[in-house]
């Protein structure tokens, strides 16, 4: 196994005035970001006590790269946070990971809640390393200490944390770097936002094999035409990205016009890629290799499949073959392990990047997890909640989810989290949260929510208000319904099936059986 | 009906529908909170549909969304595909 920070740092030996990140905000060399992230690092092993948390509450940009540079190589775990957040759910974070620093963006130095030291990127940039006498000892972090963080959308009401070791990280890195080749002439545009998994591969791989890696501003991602332009200006090489965004550049920008003669590779995950738009895609860009990557974001990538005309003729995108060192398995609600083609199973997931844990949440990471055997010797697998058979072809394929969170827009949400955030709203008696089908996002989600009997008045746009507040954009509905009762199977349950029935304007038995049920003309934004 | 909606007045109130909440003439969309691709692309459509019109995809950049006035003065440089006779 390579060292992430040798590698980088060899780099900077062989080739000290390469570009190594560049963006708005500042680019670094490899020397310059040797030199930077080693004073930082020292900084940051001067204010906290060893194996200590830091929280990263900043937008995207090179020295937020930098700090987390410096995090791994101070052996300090790093927990991105999405600036862009509320900041009760940022605060929640900054909490639940036990933190003892936040390393903030200027601007948002002033703390709501939290008694943690804060610091701002300017003054930890600024801070000289002579001022640390303790900065000598050296650090020699385990593969089994913790790299990073991420926090991802949690059924019980509260985001959870992924705990991810260096050793996952790097063996991931080892993988990607092998099989996508990245050289030092390429440039690898940072897209996804750094408190999701996509960016550990731009950033790492990118830094490690000597490329120039380069953040897209939060704001150019928001605008397919931006994002475009920033493409094409930037001759960038490699994209990762997940596939609504690149439905977006497809549909809203002048890719199919003017395609993008530098990409050679561009790398999807996250959700499904259906195959018409996925085939208009790899059209308008003919110079790129295009490769579906799958795995949740406790595994990280764990199959892969460059996708080939012989794909886009089926009507579902195969997820590919498991990668170097992964193994997959089926599982049918039975308990059955699927051996013959076509039957379909719960997919099952393990490698070295199979992270350690949840933070804080033994029971969650004991329902994840299966104990099975693979030739005699017992691996522990992750449960996806995704469906998998296995083709006549060798390659995993995909059949949706079987059941727990929803994909929107390439963002994990499990609707438990969203209801429970609705249901915290005064006036509020019941939510019931949907995921409506979309075929560029993914899906959509749409919340049905019951008033207090004395609160009728409740409408939709004070609901809309609280998610805005509450939730991260991609987490908020966008249709809400207020209505009076929510249907109920005969078991008693929310009937979700009627539910999304009535989402759909065509099905009217349904509509009208809701509004039976609910009495009154329903609302929908 | 009354005097027909002003485009300026047509895109605040699509981009406030879709923020969930009141917009200015001058509001910098940008930084509203939930201003994402969801709702970027939405506030598009939203002006597409009920205006008839399709804006270039140059224009979607972040300067046109700098505040309703902006994106209004982008609706304005498009002649309604209904208006062709």
């Known amino acids: ?525 | 009906m009354g005097s027909p909606e002003s485009n300026c007045d047509a895109v605040r109130r699509i981009a406030g529908a879709r923020l969930g909440r009141f917009v200015a003439e001058d509001t910098p969309l940008l930084d509203e909170p939930g201003f994402d691709s969801l709702a970027m692309a939405d506030i598009v459509e939203g002006i597409e549909d009920e205006l008839g019109i399709e804006l270039p995809a140059q224009s979607l950049v972040p300067a046109t969304f700098k505040s309703v006035s902006t994106l209004a003065a982008a609706v304005d440089k498009v002649v309604p595909k209904g208006g062709e006779s």
Request: net charge negative; glycine share 8%; aromatic share 6%.
């Open chain 1, 1 to 525: 196994m390579t060292s992430i920070v040798e590698a980088i740092d060899r780099v900077a030996d062989a080739d000290p005035d390469r570009t190594a990140i560049a963006g708005q905000g500042g680019s670094y060399t490899y020397s310059e970001l040797r030199a930077a992230s080693r004073a930082v690092a020292e900084t940051l092993r001067s204010l906290v006590p060893p194996g200590s948390v830091i929280a990263l509450d900043l937008l995207k940009s090179p020295r937020a790269i930098l700090v987390m540079l410096a995090c791994y190589r101070a052996g300090l775990p790093y927990v991105p946070l999405d600036a862009k957040t509320p900041a009760a759910r940022r605060d929640f974070q900054i909490e639940d990971s036990g933190c003892a620093l936040v390393v903030c963006d200027s601007q948002q130095a002033d703390p709501t809640t939290g008694t943690q030291l804060r610091v701002t990127l300017e003054e930890l940039i600024s801070t000289t390393s002579s001022d640390h006498p303790n900065s000598a000892v050296p650090v020699a972090p385990d593969a089994e200490d913790i790299a990073y963080v991420l926090y991802t959308s949690g059924s019980t009401g509260q985001p959870k944390g992924v705990l991810i070791t260096r050793g996952n990280m790097e063996a991931f890195v080892d993988w990607a770097q092998e099989y996508t080749e990245m050289r030092p002439d390429d440039r690898v545009a940072v897209h996804a936002p750094l408190n999701f998994d996509l960016p550990v591969l731009d950033v790492w791989v990118g830094l490690t094999s000597g490329s120039t890696v380069m953040p897209v501003d939060q704001s150019i991602t928001v605008f397919p035409q931006a994002l475009y332009e920033f493409l094409r200006d930037n001759r960038i090489t490699v994209l990762y990205a997940v596939p609504s965004a690149l439905i977006g550049l497809l549909r809203k920008s002048e890719l199919r016009q003017k395609s993008l003669s530098s990409l050679r590779l561009l790398l999807y995950a996250g959700e499904e890629f259906h195959p018409r738009p996925l085939s208009d895609l790899i059209q308008a860009v003919p110079n790129a290799e295009v490769h579906n990557l799958y795995g949740p974001i406790e595994t990280n990538v764990m199959t892969a499949l460059r996708v080939l005309p012989v794909h886009l003729g089926r009507d579902r995108i195969p997820l590919g073959h498991p990668i170097t060192n992964a193994h997959v398995l089926l599982r049918t609600e039975g308990g059955e392990i699927v051996t013959t083609t076509g039957r379909v199973g719960e997919i099952l997931l393990t490698g070295p990047s199979l992270c350690r844990e949840y933070l804080n949440r033994p029971d969650l990471t004991a329902n994840s997890r299966l104990e099975l055997p693979i030739d005699g010797v017992t691996h522990t697998f992750h449960r996806t909640g995704d469906l998998g058979s296995w083709g006549s072809d060798g390659l995993l394929c995909f059949h949706g989810r079987a059941s727990g969170f929803v994909k929107t827009r390439g963002y994990r949400v499990e609707p438990g989290e969203v209801e429970a955030t609705l249901s915290r709203l005064e006036g509020v008696a019941e939510a019931a949260v949907i995921a409506v089908p979309h075929e560029q996002y993914g899906a959509l989600l749409h919340a049905f929510v019951t008033p207090e009997s004395d609160r009728r008045e409740l409408l939709p746009n004070q609901v809309l208000a609280w998610c805005r507040d509450e939730l991260p954009s991609y987490m908020v509905p966008s249709g809400i319904s207020i209505v009076s009762a929510l249907p109920r199977t005969g078991t008693g349950k929310i009937a979700r099936g009627a539910l999304l029935a009535a989402t759909d304007s065509n099905s009217s038995s349904v509509a009208s059986e809701l509004e039976e049920l609910d009495g009154q003309p329903r609302i929908k934004l």
